[in-house]
């Protein structure tokens, strides 16, 4: 994927503070127009920023935008009781449960991504419910306990039935959390809803998964590059035209006990954090090229992300690995500034 083939210029990071750089200067005059907002969803904050050469169409085309990314939001968040993936969860070795078109894609997806990178990606890392992020005073499940919850990991085990519209969880006790495939997805959805509303420039960031529409744009979107090994320092500044770039790191959501850090992103093998790179950037064009494949390269390790990333098409990368190294595939290369 060369610059002659990109529609795009880009880069923010697993480490990636994708709260990009809001590009204001060099608005073309045919895009007069431009109106941002920032709202909490999905677990962290959602900005939105849109121009277009009609006011008046942008915060009805934004409202529109989030209330879409909230329904999806709300479908399959495993954090909500009255969601239907808390149904499917509750009904796990029971019964198969009626599941809406959108959550039956985005499962979908994530099987594709689980075949692909030999289970490192597995939306049942959902069953391992001693782990708690988010809080200084997280405890550290007891061995015992992790081992019996990663027998219950399984993707194989979620049974899709297309025809009927349904999604089985095979045993009891398992459960379900799309967080590492289902933002993206929610983000573009609102990209989509955008474009219905004629709006064909935009930037949506959500707690660093990127998307950008606006090729017509006489300047890019300019995006801010956080270093995973000093997260407070930017590695440098990318500008994208069209695309989505997604991130993945060790920094985000972790607690520290005894000295030791625990991240978030899980190792369906083991149970416990993954031991690969502290972060990971993604660039491509479309969803299905990138999506999920952040978090895997996480747990495979970097000599397996960079066969990953140079045997996709279309697919661009950065890994940080754990010894600060860092490696970029020659595409990705050109675009980091």
């Given at each position: 994927?060369?610059?002659?083939?990109?529609?795009?210029v880009?880069?923010p990071?697993?480490?990636?503070?994708?709260?990009a750089?809001?590009?204001v200067?060099?608005c073309?005059p045919?895009?007069?127009?431009?109106?941002?907002d920032?709202?909490?969803?999905?677990g962290?904050?959602v900005?939105?920023?849109v121009?277009?050469?009609?006011a008046?169409?942008?915060?009805p085309?934004?409202?529109?935008?989030?209330?879409?990314?909230?329904?999806?939001?709300d479908?399959m968040s495993h954090?909500?009781?009255?969601?239907?993936v808390?149904?499917?969860?509750?009904a796990a070795?029971?019964?198969?449960?009626?599941?809406p078109?959108?959550?039956?894609?985005?499962?979908?997806?994530a099987?594709v991504?689980?075949?692909?990178?030999?289970?490192?990606?597995d939306?049942?890392v959902?069953?391992?419910?001693g782990?708690r992020?988010?809080?200084?005073?997280a405890?550290?499940?007891?061995?015992v306990?992790?081992?019996?919850?990663?027998?219950?990991?399984?993707?194989?085990?979620?049974?899709l039935?297309?025809?009927?519209?349904?999604?089985?969880?095979?045993?009891?006790?398992?459960?379900l959390?799309l967080?590492?495939?289902?933002?993206?997805?929610i983000?573009?959805?609102?990209m989509?809803?955008?474009?219905?509303h004629?709006?064909?420039?935009?930037?949506i960031?959500g707690?660093g998964d990127v998307l950008?529409a606006?090729?017509?744009?006489?300047?890019?979107w300019?995006?801010?590059v956080r270093?995973?090994?000093?997260?407070?320092?930017l590695?440098?500044v990318?500008?994208?035209?069209?695309?989505i770039?997604?991130?993945s790191?060790?920094y985000?959501r972790?607690?520290?006990?005894?000295?030791r850090?625990y991240?978030?992103?899980?190792?369906?093998?083991?149970?416990?954090?993954?031991?690969?790179?502290h972060g990971?950037t993604?660039?491509a064009?479309?969803l299905?090229?990138?999506?999920?494949?952040?978090?895997a390269?996480?747990?495979l390790?970097?000599?397996?992300?960079?066969e990953?990333?140079?045997?996709?098409p279309?697919?661009?990368?950065?890994?940080?690995?754990r010894?600060?190294?860092?490696?970029?595939s020659p595409?990705?290369?050109?675009?980091?500034?």
């Amino acid at each position: 994927m060369d610059n002659g083939r990109r529609r795009m210029v880009a880069w923010p990071a697993a480490t990636l503070l994708a709260v990009a750089l809001l590009a204001v200067a060099g608005c073309r005059p045919a895009v007069p127009a431009k109106r941002q907002d920032a709202r909490p969803l999905m677990g962290t904050m959602v900005t939105m920023t849109v121009e277009g050469p009609d006011a008046s169409r942008l915060g009805p085309a934004m409202e529109a935008a989030y209330r879409e990314m909230a329904r999806l939001s709300d479908m399959m968040s495993h954090y909500d009781p009255n969601s239907v993936v808390s149904s499917i969860n509750a009904a796990a070795g029971l019964r198969p449960v009626a599941a809406p078109p959108e959550l039956l894609q985005v499962l979908r997806m994530a099987r594709v991504v689980s075949v692909a990178t030999g289970g490192a990606f597995d939306v049942t890392v959902g069953s391992l419910r001693g782990w708690r992020f988010g809080t200084e005073s997280a405890p550290v499940p007891a061995a015992v306990e992790t081992q019996a919850q990663r027998a219950l990991v399984d993707y194989r085990q979620v049974i899709l039935d297309d025809a009927a519209g349904t999604v089985f969880l095979a045993r009891a006790g398992m459960r379900l959390d799309l967080g590492g495939i289902a933002k993206l997805y929610i983000l573009e959805a609102g990209m989509r809803t955008l474009r219905r509303h004629g709006i064909d420039s935009a930037m949506i960031n959500g707690g660093g998964d990127v998307l950008v529409a606006g090729t017509g744009r006489v300047e890019p979107w300019l995006v801010g590059v956080r270093d995973p090994r000093a997260p407070d320092r930017l590695l440098g500044v990318v500008a994208i035209r069209d695309g989505i770039v997604a991130s993945s790191g060790d920094y985000e959501r972790f607690f520290e006990h005894e000295g030791r850090r625990y991240h978030h992103i899980l190792d369906p093998r083991t149970g416990l954090p993954a031991e690969g790179p502290h972060g990971v950037t993604l660039v491509a064009d479309g969803l299905e090229t990138l999506n999920g494949l952040g978090a895997a390269i996480m747990v495979l390790g970097a000599d397996r992300g960079r066969e990953l990333i140079g045997g996709t098409p279309d697919l661009e990368g950065l890994i940080v690995d754990r010894d600060g190294s860092v490696w970029m595939s020659p595409g990705f290369r050109q675009l980091l500034h």
